[in-house]
């Protein structure tokens, strides 16, 4: 198993500019989720899903959309990007509720 | 918030000696876990303790649970180099608005010297 996927590894925007970073898993998981990581900040919950179709917003979801059509696709899309959108964003995904989870390599994010 | 909190921010010890953490959190849980991220790196996770357990071993890992405190402790004995890195809990809060979540706090840099 490849496990969590992530692309691109890094990447630099300008502002105003959208795009699209792609997560996949191939463990069949239901629960897939965004994070951001900013120094001294810990990680912060972008967005989460619990299945197919069924996306929620997590504790800084501004900026940032998510939709869920496939199991294994957990795609976050910036709409405009913003320098305080520079982080290094993580997704993650484990089997149900309270399993252990598993992350991504990360993409690392630079807004010019 | 809902996430963990960890304490110490930042511990700094010499290689052989042992480190403790200590996570501290808000309601009721299922489980709380215990994850590392090395420099740079996704997290991973390292072990999972469940709420009606109060000790747990993986290795040189120890945690140990106190529901009545709401708190957990990771200690990591005859510690190495290689375990310099950060460390987070997580606790797995029971339903209500923590559905689907899994948040965490700012974590433990735990270094450790040669």
């Known amino acids: 198993n490849a496990g969590v996927t992530q692309t691109p590894k890094f990447q630099v925007l300008k502002t105003g500019q959208s795009m699209t970073l792609q997560c996949a898993q191939d463990?069949?998981?239901?629960?897939m989720s965004w994070y951001r990581q900013d120094p001294g900040m810990g990680l912060r919950l972008i967005h989460y899903?619990?299945?197919?179709?069924?996306?929620d917003q997590g504790e800084v979801p501004n900026g940032y959309n998510v939709s869920r059509s496939t199991t294994e696709d957990f795609p976050l899309r910036l709409l405009s990007a913003a320098p305080s959108q520079t982080s290094v964003y993580f997704c993650?995904?484990?089997?149900?509720?309270?399993?252990?989870?598993?992350f991504g390599p990360g993409t690392r994010l630079t807004v010019l | 918030s809902q996430q963990g909190e960890e304490d110490p921010q930042a511990l700094s010890i010499q290689e052989g000696e042992n480190a403790t953490m200590n996570c501290s959190y808000k309601?009721?849980?299922?489980?709380l876990q215990w994850y590392r991220q090395n420099s740079g790196r996704g997290l991973v996770h390292l072990i999972l303790i469940r709420s009606n357990e109060r000790e747990k071993h993986s290795g040189r890992l120890r945690v140990t649970l106190d529901t009545s405190k709401k708190s957990s402790s990771l200690l990591i004995t005859a510690s190495r180099a290689a375990d310099t890195a950060s460390y987070f809990c997580a606790p797995s809060y029971v339903g209500g608005t923590s559905y689907g979540k899994l948040t965490f706090g700012q974590g433990t840099i735990l270094t450790v010297h040669p």
């Open positions: 899903s619990v299945g197919a179709g069924i996306t």
């Open positions: 463990m069949n998981h239901e629960y």
């Open positions: 993650a995904s484990r089997q149900g509720q309270y399993n252990e989870q598993f």
């Open positions: 309601t009721s849980i299922n489980n």
